[in-house]
């Protein structure tokens, strides 16, 4: 049960490490890659490029804010079906063997001794680099506002979603609101706070884990992944999302 | 900047790793030790005896403790003065220049590179494992309370501390409550809730990065330091606290 029995860990990947930016992004959920030993859990190749897997759009995104604003960005190594980064391990949906309509078969049943593999393997990893990065800036006296970047299905359970773009909080609720208010101001975007889910739903996971205990300023970001689904879509959001983030940024410090 | 470049770390140290008990003691505070190659930090042998360096009896407590609960119990390799685990990298008091009325030499004018050395050495192995074995457990399903042990000085700033056990919490008050009622049930302690500090002082750094992002129970169990200054001391102590510490459990499984 020590770290050192698992043979392999996947570890957080990390760009812009040398950014000289307040915002850290980190993207839980950017990656629909199943790596060997794992497998592909049982699910088709048309699962596995869907939401289920990961939120489509969300690293091209990350990375085209980071490049804009220049931060350092943190993204999950590989699909949220393995270990949803964005949840703890007593969650269920941490390894979730159902995910809207989809059965996930490779999840359906896991032993505890499993989960603790899952665990060791991807979210200890991750959180302990994003822990590690939020700490060295704390101590070198660097602003630090964590912003995670998030994509959702425009039909979900067969109900259409109007929002395009959800702003959800933890605890403090300051950034949020101040980047809903930014994005009504300066973007045609339909905008709304903690929608399409809010922190009752248990989605701010990350947002609990490193920003609330250092009241770091934070908010999650939804953006409707068919908005952000051609690298044309991405570049346009970002030059859109960018200016937003600033803003609010500017608002809080006004404030 | 990376861990890498850290020579040495100074791990926490595990004890009753493999115990069952549903309570995880964490002892913050436990060591008066200065390794080389930080040094003494100009500080007098006596000073490195006293309560500025280190929570006198705490670790023996813990000890105590553990052995009746069965509880695994994690502490402190190093003084706090050379890095204070119960503080974040953003506090001064993380390497605190003063302590009640001792100037600490080797901590004034640190430079954030000199910060981020300590908080690589120190903090940061301290809590990736304290949270290691958090979402172990929760992996696994295991029943998880988080409860520190501190002790305090009963002179302090030239004030006498009339104080004898003083019990605090984080968000979550529901363990802390409990500990309280039980300890005046069953014990002749002076016992009192948030004394003599309380979350607002910022000292429950620990539970607010461990407990709370969790839904964790918890508490931080402070003992006025006189009481628990003899190895009959602290057993006598012990023989008092673990039955109060069941007791509290018992009382919120019923609530």
Redesign the interface.
């Known amino acids: ?1 020590s ?1 050192q029995s698992v043979a392999t860990t996947w570890p957080a990947i990390v760009e812009n490490h040398d950014s000289a930016g307040p915002i850290l992004l980190v993207c839980e959920h950017a990656s629909n890659a199943f790596p060997a030993p794992w497998g592909q859990l049982g699910l088709t190749e048309a699962q596995q490029q869907a939401h289920v897997a990961w939120d489509p759009g969300a690293l091209a995104l990350s990375r085209a804010l980071a490049s804009r604003l220049d931060a350092v960005l943190i993204h999950a190594p590989a699909s949220r079906l393995l270990y949803d980064l964005n949840r ?3 969650r269920a949906d941490a390894m979730a063997p159902r995910s809207e309509v989809h059965d996930i078969p490779g999840n359906i049943a896991l032993s ?1 001794a499993q ?2 593999e ?3 393997a991807f ?2 990893p991750f ?2 680099r994003l ?2 990065e939020i ?2 800036r ?4 660097r602003q630090t506002v964590l912003v995670t970047v998030h994509s959702f299905t425009p039909v979900y359970h067969g109900q259409i979603r109007a929002v395009e773009f959800g702003v959800i909080h933890d605890a403090d609720g300051r950034l949020a609101r101040a980047i809903v208010a930014a994005a009504q101001q300066i973007t045609p975007l339909v905008t709304a706070l903690n929608q399409p889910y809010s922190a009752a739903d248990g989605v701010t ?1 990350t947002l ?2 490193h920003a ?3 009241g770091l300023v934070n908010a999650m970001l939804e953006l409707r992944n068919d908005l952000i689904a051609t690298p044309a879509q991405v570049e346009g959001m970002a030059d859109q999302l960018a200016p937003v983030l600033l803003r609010a940024l500017s608002l809080l410090s006004e404030g």
């Open positions: 049960m770290l703890g391990p007593d505890v989960r603790l899952r665990t060791e979210y200890l959180h302990s822990h590690a700490a060295r704390l101590a070198l006296g996971h609990r884990l609330t205990p250092y």
